[in-house]
DNA sequence: GCCAACGTTGGC
DNA sequence: GCCAACGTTGGC
């Protein structure tokens, strides 16, 4: 199984929102790169959520509950989406200076390549934030 | 609100 | 196919 990350402009679409409904589309990515990761998303997959521009912290955990298909916001249908569902919050939600300060973290995506909006982690990358989150996920129950 | 990074577009 | 111009993202 894979691990993400996912972000979003709270602005636009917010972890709070994102609470409030069984399952979102993750439309209106634009970007081959990261089109190319949503495709390689499997069902199970575990992705963060993350808020860009104002909060820039890891608020949760969603998972893929539907794979790739045509983005309906796309008229050209060349990018797609996929179905996320909140499945955890963070106890304590990872702040970007907090990612930025661990050595362990440097080579992260949203550090390296701070414009791309869907990204691929590490396992270890990915144990390293929940612990930070403060928050266990039982893997078993996602496969 | 500014600006650096970077992806995309279009003229040549 | 190159590259300048332009638009967008996202951190500060």
Redesign the pocket.
């Known amino acids: 199984m894979n691990h993400w990350l996912l972000?979003?402009?709270p602005s636009t679409w917010s972890w709070h929102q994102q609470c409030q409904v069984a399952s979102e589309p993750w439309t209106?990515v634009?970007?081959?790169?990261a089109r190319n990761f949503l495709k390689a998303m499997r069902l199970g997959d575990l992705a963060f959520f993350?808020h860009?521009?104002?909060?820039?912290k890891i608020m949760g955990i969603v998972e893929v509950v539907q794979e790739f298909y045509p983005d309906p916001t796309d008229e050209k249908l060349q990018f797609v989406c996929v179905d996320v569902k909140a499945t955890a919050s963070l106890k304590v939600p990872v702040s970007?200076?907090q990612i930025?300060a661990d050595p362990r973290l440097e080579n992260l995506p949203?550090?390296?390549?701070?414009?791309?909006?869907v990204m691929p982690l590490s396992k270890k990358e990915w144990d390293i934030l929940c612990k930070l989150g403060k928050t266990e996920i039982n893997e078993s129950d996602h496969i």
Request: proline letters at 0%; glycine letters at 4%.
């Open positions: 972000k979003s402009e209106g634009r970007n081959y790169q993350y860009s521009v104002t909060d820039k970007l200076a930025k949203l550090i390296r390549q701070s414009r791309l909006s």
